[in-house]
């Protein structure tokens, strides 16, 4: 069974930068292709980046393009989503997923696995 533990949320000032970080429990992380998601009160889970299962390919929401960068380090078996220039428009809850193929998504269905999340706030 695979878990996947977010960290790194908080609450800063728009124009602040913050660096989340996702461990995941399984033995073959390298096989997965990872996503983030977010959730702002009252709106649906909307896709913010993913990441291929060596990180050769990305990709990214428009609204955070030039903004957001995802990584991963398959020997810490973590995935990153670094966060520069933050809007308030960014507050939400990020959810790191997991998928069992080599190939990223940016559909939230085809994840099978997800973490708890973290909270991000931004101030005007």
């Known amino acids: 069974q695979v878990q996947l533990v977010e960290s790194g949320g908080g609450l800063v000032q728009a124009g602040a930068s913050l660096r989340l970080s996702c461990v995941h429990s399984?033995?073959?992380?390298?096989?997965?292709?990872m996503g983030w998601f977010r959730q702002a009160p009252g709106k649906e889970r909307e896709f913010v980046a993913a990441?291929?299962?060596?990180?050769?390919?990305?990709k990214y929401a428009d609204s955070v393009k030039g903004r957001f960068s995802i990584s991963r380090d398959n020997a810490k078996n973590t995935v990153y989503l670094q966060m520069n220039s933050l809007k308030p428009e960014d507050t939400a809850v990020y959810y790191c997923?997991?998928?069992?193929?080599?190939?990223?998504?940016?559909?939230?269905?085809?994840?099978?696995?997800w973490g708890q999340g973290t909270q991000v706030t931004v101030s005007s």
């Open positions: 997923a997991a998928r069992s193929y080599s190939i990223l998504s940016i559909s939230s269905d085809a994840y099978a696995y």
């Open positions: 990441i291929s299962w060596s990180g050769g390919v990305t």
């Open positions: 399984g033995r073959t992380f390298s096989s997965y292709a």
